[in-house]
C-alpha cells in the first residue's frame, strides 16, 4: 500500500517560531505552568485543540470574499441554511458564533434547577451550561469506553440500558432532552456507531424525550461508521451523516471543528416552538436569525467546509494521520487510549506517570514536560479540568481517567511535523521517572483549567 498523502497542496504559508529550551522555560514559569496562558506564538507546534485551528480551502476563502453582509436576509445565510438541512433534515436552523453559544440558548431555555442531562460524555462548556442553568449533567458512557488499554470498534457509545433505568428512576418530566457527542471528545475522540444512535433513540422515544446531537464532529464520526460498522462501507459519507441525524429531534454544532473553520456554529432543531423560543434568546445575544453572532462571510465559509469535510479523501487522511501518531506512541510503549480516535491521541498519563497521584495533576506534569522540551503545547484532561472538591471532606474528587489531549488541526500539520510531536513524546517517556507532579496556585469557580495557575512539587 501506498503512503497516504495529504489530499492537498499548500499555497500560502504561516512561519512557525523556534525557541530555545532556556526560553521556555521562562515563558512556562510566567504562565503558571499552564500552557493555555502561553503566548501562541511562543509555542511551535500547536496541538491545544482542533477547535477553529484549520487550515481554510482557496474556495472557503474565495468564499470570504462572496460574503454577504447584508443584516437580514444575507444570501450567505441562504446557501448556510441549505447546506445544514441537507446533512441534518432538520427545518429550523440558527447560526450562533460557536458551539457553546448553541448550548447556551439551548440550555437557558431547556434547563434550570431539578433537570438532568444525559450523554454519552459532556464536553465541558457543555456540562458547564448545563449546571449554569441550575441543571445536572449525567455522563454515561459504556464501561469498554472507560478502559484506555481496550480495543473496540464504537468506545463512544452510551450505555443503553444504564439510559434506561436512569430515566426511571430520575423520572422522564426531569429530562428535557438526552445528548449524544459525536464524537465522544471528552472520551478520547471515538466514536458512537450508528447502532447506538438508533438505540438511544428508541429508549428515549419510548418516554418521549428528544434527542440531541452534540455534533461537532459529525463527519469523522461518519466515516468511522463507514470503516467500522456492517452494511456502511458502500454508502456515501453524506448518507451516513443523514442517517445519524435522522434518529435526532436536534443538535448543537461547533463549525469550528467539522466545518472547517475558524469560527461558528449552529442550533438546528425540528420543533418549531422550540425553535422559536431560540430565536427570541438569540435575537437578545447573538443576532438576527439569518446571521446569529457571524459574518456573512463566516457563513460561507461554513457552507463550503460543510462540503468539503464529506469528501472521503480528506477524511481517509483525516483519520489515518491520527492513527499514525498514535501507533508511533504505541511501538515506543507510550500508553494512549486505544484505538486512536478521530481528532487526537489521548496519552494515558496515569499510566505514563504512575508515580504521581492524581491530586499532583499527572498530566499536567506531562503537558508542561514537552512544552519545554519540544515547544509542543497539549491539554490536560483530567484532575485539572474535571476535578472537584468534596462539598463535606474538601477532598479533590478525580474522574476516572488522566489523560493529556494531542489535539490535531485539520489540513495544518504535515507528517513531518506528526514525525516531530512523537519523537518529543517518546522522549520524555525515556525519561519519565523524572518528571514531578504539580500544585495548584490560584483558580477560577468555574472552568478553572483556563486560567490556572500551578508549582512543580519538588
Ligand atoms: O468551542 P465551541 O464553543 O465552539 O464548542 C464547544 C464544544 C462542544 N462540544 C464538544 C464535543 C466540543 O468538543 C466543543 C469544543 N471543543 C473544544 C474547544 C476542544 O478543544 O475540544
Redesign the pocket.
Known amino acids: 500500500m501506498k503512503t497516504i498523502i495529504e489530499p492537498f497542496r499548500i499555497k500560502s504559508v504561516e512561519p512557525i517560531r523556534f525557541t530555545t529550551r532556556e526560553e521556555r522555560e521562562k515563558i512556562l514559569k510566567d504562565a503558571g505552568f499552564n500552557p493555555f496562558l502561553i503566548h501562541a506564538d511562543d509555542v511551535l507546534i500547536d496541538l491545544?485543540?482542533?477547535?477553529?485551528t484549520s487550515a481554510m480551502s482557496s474556495k472557503q476563502w474565495s468564499g470570504i470574499m462572496d460574503g454577504d453582509e447584508s443584516y437580514a436576509g444575507s444570501r450567505s445565510f441562504y446557501r448556510f441554511e441549505e447546506m445544514v438541512k441537507k446533512i441534518t433534515g432538520m427545518e429550523f436552523i440558527i447560526p450562533t458564533h460557536?458551539?457553546?453559544?448553541a448550548?447556551r440558548i439551548i440550555f437557558s431555555i431547556a434547563g434550570g434547577p431539578g433537570k438532568y442531562f444525559p450523554n454519552n460524555t459532556h464536553?465541558d462548556?457543555?456540562r458547564a451550561n448545563i449546571e449554569f442553568s441550575g441543571a445536572e449533567a449525567v455522563d454515561l458512557l459504556n464501561e469498554t469506553g472507560k478502559h484506555p488499554e481496550i480495543r473496540a470498534d464504537f468506545k463512544g457509545d452510551m450505555n443503553v440500558e444504564a439510559l434506561d433505568k436512569f430515566i426511571q428512576e430520575t423520572g422522564k418530566e426531569n429530562i428535557p432532552l438526552v445528548m449524544l457527542?459525536v464524537t465522544n471528545?471528552?472520551g478520547g475522540g471515538q466514536p458512537v456507531s450508528m447502532k447506538n444512535i438508533r438505540e438511544v433513540k428508541e429508549v428515549a422515544s419510548k418516554y418521549g424525550i428528544p434527542l440531541f446531537l452534540?455534533a461537532?464532529?459529525f463527519a469523522e464520526n461518519a466515516y468511522f461508521i463507514k470503516i467500522r460498522e456492517e452494511g456502511y462501507k458502500d454508502k456515501s459519507i453524506l448518507e451516513i451523516c443523514q442517517e445519524m441525524f435522522s434518529y435526532a429531534d436536534g443538535a448543537?454544532m461547533?463549525a469550528?471543528?467539522d466545518a472547517l473553520v475558524n469560527i461558528g456554529?449552529f442550533l438546528a432543531l425540528r420543533n418549531s416552538d422550540l425553535a422559536m423560543s431560540c430565536r427570541n434568546l438569540l435575537i437578545v445575544t447573538e443576532g438576527f436569525p439569518t446571521y446569529g453572532g457571524l459574518a456573512g462571510r463566516d457563513l460561507e465559509a461554513v457552507a463550503q467546509g460543510l462540503e468539503e469535510v464529506m469528501d472521503e479523501n480528506y477524511l481517509h487522511y483525516r483519520i489515518r494521520s491520527t492513527e499514525y501518531l498514535g501507533e508511533k506512541m504505541l511501538s515506543a510503549g507510550i500508553p494512549i487510549i486505544e484505538p486512536p480516535g478521530g481528532h487526537a491521541i489521548y496519552i494515558d498519563a496515569k499510566r505514563f506517570l504512575p508515580h504521581i497521584p492524581p491530586h499532583q495533576f499527572p498530566g499536567q506534569s506531562i503537558v508542561c514536560e514537552i512544552y519545554l522540551d519540544g515547544g509542543v503545547r497539549a491539554?490536560e484532561i483530567g484532575s485539572v479540568m474535571f476535578g472537584k472538591y468534596d462539598k463535606v471532606t474538601g477532598k479533590l474528587k478525580s474522574p476516572a481517567m488522566e489523560l493529556v489531549r494531542l489535539?490535531i488541526p485539520r489540513r495544518v500539520y504535515t507528517q513531518s511535523h506528526i514525525d516531530y510531536v512523537a519523537e518529543v513524546l517518546i522522549e520524555a517517556y525515556e525519561y519519565k521517572e523524572k518528571l514531578k507532579g504539580y500544585e495548584i496556585t490560584y483558580e477560577a469557580p468555574m472552568l478553572r483549567h483556563f486560567t490556572a495557575r500551578f508549582k512543580q512539587i519538588n
Open positions: 491545544l485543540t482542533d477547535s477553529g460557536q458551539g457553546r453559544a448550548e464536553f462548556t457543555t457527542t471528545n471528552s452534540d461537532c464532529r448543537t461547533s469550528k471543528k456554529g491539554v489535539a
